[in-house]
C-alpha cells in the first residue's frame, strides 16, 4: 500500500459519515501518524493566481521532497494582489528553500523577521501563505484534519451568517428573507441611501449635488437610514433573527459614539468597524457609554492593533482577515488570547478570502471556545471547478472538512483558465484589481 492510498484511507467519507467508517479512519489515521516518515524537505513554492469568481486570489503551494506530499494556503490580498506573487518568491522562496517543514513556529517567526520591517499586509499575507500550506503539509503527513492537530472541535459546524442589502427597504427584506429561508439565523443587513455611494449596497437613481462627479457618500443621511432600516427590519423579520450591520470605518468618531448608543433599541448581534483603525481609541468612550456588541479587526495588521482593544475588553469579537495578521499560526494565538478575556471570534470572511482560507477559518471556528460567529460567502460553480472540497454549508453552519491538512485540493489547470482580472468590469479592471474612490460632497476622499 502507498502513501496515496493510505491518506484516502485516512481520508474520504463525508462530514456525515457512519460511526463505524470514522472508527476505521481513526485507526488508518493512528497508523499513518505512528508509522513515522521522514521529515519533509521544501523542495518548491510558488504562487497560484486565479480570479473564478470575480476577486483575485492568491494560494501559495509548498511542494516537498517526498512524492506526492504539498499543501495550500491562502495568500490573498486581492487589492494589491499582483505585490504578494514577488513577496513569497523573491523573498520567502529563498529563504525557505530546503528548510524542513515540521516547525511551523519556527518557521513563521524566522520569516516575520526576515524582512526586518514587517506587519504590512503584502508581507503578512505572504507568510500566510507559507504558514497555512505547512499546516496542511503536517495534517497530511499526519492523516488528520487540522482541527485535530491543534486539541480537536470543540463544536461540530460553525454557526455563520450571510450578507442581505438592497438599493431600498423591500429589496433588503426580500434579500434578508431569502438568507433566512436557507436556515441562516444570523443575517447582516445593509441598505442602499438615495443617491449616495453606501458600503454593501446599490446606490439607485437620485442626483447628489457634488463638487466633483465621481461618488458620493455623507455620514449624517447615512446614518439616519440606517436607523431608520433597523426599525423596518426589526418590524418585518421580528426580534429572533440576529441581526449584523458594517459601518465600514465611515464614520467621524464622536458620531460612531452616537451611532451605538442609537442602535442599542435594537439589540443587534454586532456593530462592525464603526470606528476606522486609526480612532480605535475611541471605543473606551462608546464602551463607557452603551451596549451595543462591537465587532472589529479585518483592516488589522499588528498586534498593537489588537492587543489593546482584547485586553481592555473593548470589543466583543475580533475579526481579523486571517492572512492579513500573517496565517492561521498568529490567528490561534489571536484566538486564545481572546478566550483568556472574553472576546469571541468572527474571522473576515467574504469572497476576497480563498477557499483554502475559508478552511483555516472554520478550522479555527471549531477548535475554539471563544467562537461566535463566521461571515460567510458562498462558492459558485468555477470556484469549486478550481477549489475541491470546500467546505460545506448546511442550514447556515459551514462544516470543516474531516480529511488530512485543510482537506482541499486546487486544480492547477483549471486555475489558469480564470486569471487575473477575469470577471471584473469598469474602475476595478482598469485599477488592477484595486479599489476606486468615495468622496464628500465637498470633493473631501473618504475611507472605505
Ligand atoms: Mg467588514
Known amino acids: 500500500m502507498n502513501r496515496r492510498d493510505l491518506l484516502k484511507m485516512a481520508g474520504g467519507g463525508s462530514v456525515l459519515a457512519a460511526v463505524s467508517g470514522r472508527e476505521q479512519k481513526a485507526q488508518a489515521q493512528a497508523a499513518k501518524a505512528a508509522n513515522g516518515m521522514p521529515v519533509p524537505k521544501i523542495k518548491d513554492i510558488k504562487v497560484i493566481e486565479t480570479e473564478p469568481q470575480g476577486v483575485r486570489l492568491s494560494v501559495v503551494k509548498i511542494t516537498t521532497d517526498q512524492d506526492g506530499l504539498y499543501g495550500f494556503g491562502c495568500a490573498t490580498f486581492t487589492q494589491r494582489a499582483d505585490l504578494v506573487t514577488p513577496a513569497v518568491e523573491k523573498y520567502l522562496k529563498p529563504f525557505l528553500m530546503g528548510k524542513t517543514t515540521d516547525k511551523i513556529e519556527d518557521i513563521w517567526q524566522s520569516c516575520y523577521d526576515s524582512s526586518y520591517w514587517k506587519n504590512g499586509p503584502v ?25 485535530d492537530l491543534v486539541g480537536g472541535k ?38 442602499g441611501v438615495p443617491g449616495m455611494a453606501a458600503y454593501g449596497s446599490g446606490r439607485g437613481n437620485k442626483e447628489v449635488k457634488a463638487l466633483h462627479s465621481g461618488p458620493v457618500f455623507e ?44 442602535l442599542e433599541k435594537f439589540n443587534l448581534f454586532f456593530l462592525e468597524d464603526v470606528l476606522s483603525p486609526e480612532d480605535i481609541a475611541y471605543f473606551r468612550q462608546i464602551r463607557q457609554q452603551c451596549t451595543t456588541p462591537l465587532a472589529m479587526g479585518e483592516l488589522f495588521n499588528s498586534p498593537h492593533e489588537w492587543m489593546p482593544l482584547i485586553s481592555e ?31 469571541r471570534t468572527a474571522w473576515h470572511g467574504p469572497g476576497d478570502v480563498s477557499p483554502v482560507g475559508h478552511c483555516a477559518n472554520v478550522t479555527l471556528d471549531v477548535v475554539s471556545y471563544n467562537f461566535g460567529i463566521q461571515e460567510y460567502s458562498a462558492f459558485n460553480d468555477r470556484a469549486r471547478e478550481v477549489f475541491h472540497y470546500c467546505p460545506v454549508m448546511k442550514d447556515g453552519y459551514l462544516y470543516p472538512n474531516d480529511t488530512p491538512g ?26 488592477n484589481g484595486g479599489w476606486g474612490e468615495v468622496r464628500r460632497r465637498d470633493g473631501q476622499v473618504i475611507k472605505q
Not at 486571517?322 to 494565538?333: D, E, L, M, Y
Not at 485543510?406 to 486555475?415: H, N, P, R, S, V
Request: some cysteine; glycine content about 8%.
Open 219 to 262: 455620514s449624517e443621511p447615512y446614518m439616519k437610514r440606517a436607523l431608520k432600516m433597523f426599525e423596518v427590519v426589526r418590524k418585518e423579520l421580528g426580534d429572533e433573527v440576529e441581526l449584523l450591520h458594517d459601518v465600514h470605518e465611515r464614520v467621524q468618531p464622536h458620531q460612531a459614539v452616537q451611532f451605538a448608543k442609537d
Open 406 to 431: 485543510w482537506g482541499i485540493e486546487l486544480d492547477e489547470k483549471a486555475a489558469a483558465k480564470y486569471p487575473f482580472g477575469t470577471g471584473e468590469q469598469g474602475e476595478r479592471k482598469n485599477l
Open 313 to 343: 475588553r473593548l470589543i466583543d469579537y475580533i475579526r481579523v482577515h486571517v492572512s492579513q495578521a500573517g496565517g492561521f499560526t498568529p490567528c490561534r494565538k489571536i484566538a486564545i488570547l481572546g478566550e483568556m478575556y472574553g472576546v
Open 154 to 191: 470543540c463544536r461540530e459546524a460553525a454557526d455563520c451568517y450571510s450578507h442581505a442589502s438592497g438599493e431600498d427597504f423591500p429589496q433588503l427584506l426580500d434579500s434578508a428573507r431569502k438568507i433566512m429561508a436557507q436556515g441562516f439565523r444570523h443575517v447582516r443587513v445593509q441598505v
Open 123 to 147: 508581507l503578512n499575507c505572504a507568510i500566510s501563505g507559507v504558514d497555512q500550506a505547512l499546516w496542511d503539509i503536517k495534517g497530511r503527513m499526519a492523516g488528520m484534519p487540522v482541527y
